[in-house]
DNA sequence: GTGAAAGCGCTAACAC
DNA sequence: GTGTTAGCGCTTTCAC
């Protein structure tokens, strides 16, 4: 049983492809299709199970109703959440979405890039990582439609949707100061990322403000690639150090120090205090405990979508950029 | 700036789209157009960066490139993570993923269904829920390539790539009478779903088979529209049950419990222990303890797109049920 | 060695 | 009220 196509059903029904076309768009009273026929082709229609095709429909109108979701890495619960919050925004609209996991590389993004281009996306949607802007300065100038959120390179002109990075990093890592904490270390990823730097920068401030020295040693970077064993080996680092907190820059590395934590510094648990960007439920009872910065996810999704409709919709370029307030959680 | 096409780069070359054809698709040396032409054309075609319109390609050609990946949630980690093992499996050959996600309601995968057939992907990639055989026999009826995982329907013959849940979910039960629990509780979402309700059966056999009765009133099932509150409220009743265990039939609700756990109920954490299929690494640490029937992502990653690549290629109709063996992590 | 032309399934301006 | 037709960007058969 090959599929039907509208020429099929136009002739068994003995129409002409306008006629059957017009009246499946909803179009038929607009186009004065009489009742009769357009009930007769419905109800065919119906019948045999009729599906358009979308490939051919998007060709015609150069618009294929789908969304590229450029991140990091889809399983990163981060970017998980997100998504979902933005495939459901979309769907409403009668878009959806096509993923694309980087993992940082510039060689991932480049090629998914191209991809999402190829496949004539109306629009994307991107924690980009920023390494090379080749790509992303020739997509600027052609004015496709692009939202970054998460990330941003302080050279790239665009629409961004971000977290107040720094400040609230500055206030995490006061908290920790306030509550006793002197020595404070630092993992994190990927510093090569503007919006992660700027977290750091927020760390550095807080320290200096408070007369504490910074110590170079004391910022550990992980190795992206073998999170888990890394963040190990790193806060074994800081442990042997004696700090009496650690700061991280995202909650994936956080989760981990506090697996490692708990399997190979049980003894030390209660002598360290954790901070980190973004929530995790599990901080709310794990040991160490984790003061939080808890990033606005569900308005994330919203701005980004909105962000996105105006400029899929407007002629004319706008470039916002949006900062929201993320918020201290604070579990002593 | 328009886009470029075939025609552009023909005329503003003067060659036809045919020849220009053939050198893009590395058809140049089969279809004898000179090492000359050839380099030209590729050079121009760098030059002005000029990207094929994979949407037309696709509607000649009666091949998308892209598969649809339909599952409950890709915010919950287990489909997050398989999710992206599957697109980088996937990106290898060529292909990307279209996510779904339905909430576990009918009518959302029908939805998606439709939308996922209208946009003519290649092959489906499913954990369904099944509440309805409707449009999956249409499709299995047309040969539509599908895999699916994680869920089975007992009516609904296809390829199947999915775990041991009854005996798994029994071996870790009796795990757990062995060192000593008593009276167990199960939490549960919904289980009009046949692999949970497999789960479910392990649960109740272990307990058979050891001589403890089986009291349906210990066996919970959550909102699956407030899962968080939900597992607490029902956590809570068999906490007051007193019981000495909880069986969880995903990590969703287990990772809901722990917390339930830790903020209203901390200190009876120590009488309490807690099963569940699925893994976590917070397992590994959390207060209580979790043995878990972990499973194994990587092989039903692989295995899925291993048999959709054999569907989409094989022109006889076949249909796997490939079974994989959980592993029980025993955590006291 | 290269090109003309048909056609994938759909939309929509224009005709009658 | 309904039909004819061109064309979206590409591939591919057949011709020269």
Chains 1, 2 share one sequence.
Do not use: C
Request: hydrophobic residues 40%; proline residues 3%; charged residues 25%.
């Amino acid at each position: 049983m090959k599929k039907k196509s509208i020429k099929d059903i136009a002739q068994e029904l003995g129409y002409s492809k306008t006629t059957v076309s017009f009246v499946l768009n909803n179009k038929g009273d607009e186009k004065n299709i009489s009742k009769k026929t357009q009930e007769k082709i419905l109800a065919y229609v119906r019948e045999v199970n009729y599906q358009p095709n979308q490939i051919a429909k998007s060709l015609k109108k150069g618009k294929t109703n789908t969304i590229g979701y450029l991140i990091p890495d889809i399983s990163n619960p981060f970017y998980a959440k997100i998504g979902r919050l933005i495939e459901d925004l979309l769907a409403d609209k009668g878009y959806h979405l096509i993923i694309g996991s980087t993992d940082e590389t510039q060689e991932k993004e480049d090629l998914l890039l191209n991809m999402f281009v190829n496949r004539q996306v109306d629009g994307l949607i991107l924690a980009s990582s920023f390494e090379n802007l080749g790509m992303l300065n020739t997509l600027a100038a052609q004015r496709f439609p692009m939202v970054f959120f998460d990330r941003e390179h302080p050279d790239f002109f665009g629409n961004y949707i971000l977290v107040e990075n720094k400040n609230a990093m500055k206030g995490a890592v006061q908290n920790a100061i306030k509550h006793g904490s002197k020595k404070i270390g630092l993992l994190s990823i990927t510093p090569n990322v503007y919006s992660l730097e700027l977290r750091i920068d927020g760390y550095r401030e807080a320290l200096s403000e408070n007369e504490i020295d910074i110590d170079d040693h004391l910022i550990r970077i992980v190795d992206n690639n073998n999170l888990k064993e890394s963040t190990k080996a790193q806060l074994q680092y800081l442990i042997d150090e004696q700090v009496d907190a650690v700061v991280f820059t995202n909650n994936q590395i956080t989760a981990h120090a506090i697996w490692a934590m708990n399997i190979f510094h049980k003894e030390k648990i209660e002598d360290v205090r954790f901070v980190s960007f973004d929530n995790l439920d599990l901080f709310d009872y794990s040991q160490p405990k984790v003061t939080s910065v808890a990033q606005p996810i569900e308005k994330i999704a919203n701005y980004t979508v909105d962000i996105l409709g105006e400029v899929m919709n407007e002629k004319e370029h706008i470039s916002k950029r949006i900062v929201l307030e993320p918020k201290l959680i604070e579990r002593l």
